[in-house]
């Protein structure tokens, strides 16, 4: 065993500490972690490829648009959070690309570019006729909309290892009861201060 060791490793007061048998191991170990990152890097392009090829539409298709929520300055894009929803529909006018069509927007979407990737579609598959487009939503440029408190439906006590945390039970305007989200309290109250000014602290 002494001399195994003293094969690999140089002794105090020598210049170097690893011997060159094992920085040789080191790099090899390096290139085939890279070589399989490379490799899954690769699959998951595959995989993402062959789902866009396989959304293809048609002009004059009417197509729904996804738009993301947001509350105040930040997404719901935690878990058991708001889930984005769907506009439209909206007719494709062009197909720019591969993955990119030209929707025909309403005036209220004006603001908003009107080329989008498959990946923010959803086919309309019934009259276009019967269907309300906006619902009073605001979309912004990058289509997202901001959802606005309706009223706190319950509220609770999250217990952590250090503190309680105090959560309310919220509906917002776009959506039922049964769509509400559990939030901080001391969130709502930064965000919605009038809310809370005749609540006792």
Known sequence: MYYDLKERFWWYGEK???????????????????????VAQSRQRSYADVRSRDLS???DDHMYLKVSPMR???RFNMKGKLAPRYIGP???????????????????????????HVSQLKKCLRVPEEQAPLEGLEVQKDLTYTEHLLKILDTSERNTRNKKIKMCRVQWSH???????WEREDELKAAYPALFANKPI
């Open 72 to 74: 105040g300055i930040r």
């Open 90 to 116: 909206f007719k494709i006018l062009k197909k720019k690309g591969e993955v990119t069509y030209r929707l025909e927007l309403p005036p209220s979407l004006s603001g908003v570019h009107d080329v989008f």
């Open 175 to 181: 959506h039922t009861e049964a769509e509400a989200t």
């Open 57 to 59: 539409f048609k002009v």
């Open 16 to 38: 170097q500490v690893f011997g060159p048998d094992i920085i040789q191991d080191a790099e090899q170990q390096l290139r085939i972690v890279q070589e399989n990152l490379r």
